[in-house]
């Protein structure tokens, strides 16, 4: 995006309007570096119904929104998601285009034994990534213009015990190690020779762990709820500031924490084939140290998510056979912008899925279309666009005779 100008406006609120890393899967413009936003994790059939499946019994897929249904796993699951997402960001007469890909996130189920389950994998929170520049007069005739430059990265290792002790009740926790980086950096060039060009870059290192737990449980044969909760996360935090002139150079070593969050769920069979599904999360707002910027501008988060699916059958055409979704979620978000003017998104979501030929599994597609902020509220928004891809393959883990 280097050679299109974006307003001095819209370009000092995506930069100042946040601290470090952004969202997750929402990978907003408004976020940009904010850490304290959440990741709601879970398969490309989560997605398409809209976030809502927390209490839906899944037993083909290892990247649960719930990790509690992992204990219906009964065979070794390798599962994968994969999210793409494009949006375009408005702020008065200024457009800007913005595309991301992240690195998919992977999990492996291992049955230990009958209803024991332990899971193990990578999950990406958050890969961000912006590249602004605007011009503006310095003194004389000399023109400069500023570029911005960020690059953003968070994930964790979930380490997870499933466990059904009982046909109707499953039950799980949740070992997450953290790791996070985020890079900004400014230059300052010159159009005319003379001038000698100026860089500075922050760089940010986090790390942090948590616990959490969560259930599942069968009220009645077409009735399941679920019910979370997921520890706060301690992170340390290490900086580092480089410039031109080396003798400017500075590190800095800091802490913060993420509060602790719950939520709940249900889903309920109209039919065998017809489910809905609901799903509540909320969180407290997040303190604002090393973040003194967004005092006075953070605020609690929850989501409040619907959806309607139609899981299918073996008769009929080919609509008939395969699952169909659908759902819709609004989050409001931790960040005021500005202060005490709520952040919303509000999402539409569909999605299908489809069994592996050949073998047990699924290929599950996602596709959420919506808008994060208003331009009325404030002062910019973004349209989204994301598609999810999910993979899930299962192999039943024996002995093999050896042959003679």
């Not at 602004?132 to 015990?161: C, D, K, Q």
């Not at 808008?371 to 192999?395: P, Y």
């Amino acid at each position: 995006m280097r050679n299109r100008t974006f307003a001095a406006m819209l370009a000092t609120a995506f930069i100042l309007a946040a601290g470090p890393l952004a969202p997750a899967f929402a990978q907003s413009i408004f976020g940009i570096n904010f850490l304290g936003e959440h990741q709601f994790s879970g398969s490309a059939r989560y997605r398409a119904l809209g976030l809502s499946s927390y209490a839906v019994i899944d037993t083909a897929c290892a990247v649960s929104a719930n990790p509690a249904a992992m204990a219906d796993i009964s065979r070794l699951t390798f599962s994968l998601v994969e999210v793409l997402s494009v949006s375009n960001v408005r702020s008065g007469a200024a457009t800007a285009y913005e595309s991301r890909f992240q690195l998919p996130s992977v999990m492996l189920g291992v049955p230990v034994r009958r209803g024991l389950v332990f899971g193990f994998g990578y999950q990406t929170a958050f890969t961000g990534k912006g590249d602004f520049s605007f011009e503006h007069p310095i003194e004389n005739p000399a023109t400069a213009y500023e570029v911005y430059r960020h690059r953003s990265g968070l994930f964790n290792v979930p380490l997870t015990l499933a466990w059904r002790p009982v046909s109707w009740a499953r039950v799980a926790g949740a070992y997450r190690l953290e790791r996070g980086s985020i890079e900004d950096g400014y230059r300052t060039e010159y159009r005319r020779d003379y001038y000698a060009s100026t860089e500075s870059k922050r760089v940010r290192s986090f790390s942090g762990s948590s616990w959490s737990g969560s259930a599942l449980v069968n009220v009645y044969p077409r009735l399941s709820l679920g019910l979370g909760w997921n520890g706060g996360v301690a992170y340390e935090g290490d900086e580092t500031f480089s410039y031109s002139r080396a003798e400017f150079d500075s590190v800095a070593a800091w802490q913060f924490e993420i509060p602790s969050s719950w939520e709940a769920g249900a889903a309920f069979g109209i039919t065998g084939r017809w489910w809905v599904s609901a799903h509540y999360w909320r969180r407290s707002a997040p303190e604002t140290r090393g973040f003194e910027q967004l005092a006075g501008s953070i605020g609690e988060e929850r989501l409040v998510a619907l959806g309607v699916e139609n899981r299918g059958g073996a008769a009929g055409s080919f609509f008939m056979r395969i699952p169909l979704r659908l759902g819709f979620y609004e989050n409001r978000w931790h960040l005021e912008y500005p202060a005490g003017h709520l952040v919303k998104s509000r999402f539409v979501t569909f999605g299908t899925g489809f069994k592996l030929p050949g073998g047990p599994g699924a290929i599950d597609l996602s596709f959420e279309i919506g808008q994060i902020g208003s331009i009325g509220n404030n002062g910019v928004d973004e349209r989204v666009f994301r598609m999810s891809v999910g993979l899930s393959a299962s192999e039943t883990w024996s002995r093999r005779r050896t042959e003679r």
